[in-house]
């Protein structure tokens, strides 16, 4: 059985750093492509970093330079660090896994498994 973990929100003042954690069981973090997503009250829920089996990286444009995405296979947890946050940054965030190692896409239809989510709010 899957399971992921988040934690690590709360809240932080602009400008200011968080990094959340996503502990997986049932699956191995080096084995599959992971993503972080947010979703906003109101809006779409939106891909906001990925990682691939080899360690690529992909980024939302409207984070790229500020949030930085990683594994730690020993621990098998995935983190996002973000840092220069902005208010608009302010939602809830998620982890998520595909069922791929090679392929990260976009939408979160394809994920197959979710955590709970974790609330980042940015004031």
């Known amino acids: 059985q899957v399971q992921l973990v988040e934690s690590g929100g709360g809240m932080v003042q602009a400008g200011g750093s968080a990094r959340l954690s996503c502990a997986a069981s049932?699956?191995?973090?080096?084995?599959?492509?992971l993503a972080w997503f947010r979703q906003a009250p109101g809006k779409q829920r939106e891909r906001v970093a990925s990682?691939?089996?080899?360690?690529?990286?992909m980024y939302a444009d409207n984070v790229k330079g500020r949030f930085t995405i990683s594994k730690d296979s020993a621990k098998n947890i995935l983190y996002l660090q973000m840092d220069s946050l902005k208010r608009e940054d302010t939602a809830m965030y998620y982890c998520?896994?595909?069922?791929?190692?090679?392929?990260?896409?976009?939408?979160?239809?394809?994920?197959?498994?979710w955590g709970q989510g974790t609330q980042v709010t940015v004031s």
């Open positions: 990682i691939k089996e080899d360690g690529s990286t």
């Open positions: 998520a896994s595909y069922d791929s190692a090679y392929v990260c896409p976009l939408d979160h239809q394809s994920y197959l498994y």
């Open positions: 049932g699956l191995t973090v080096s084995t599959y492509c």
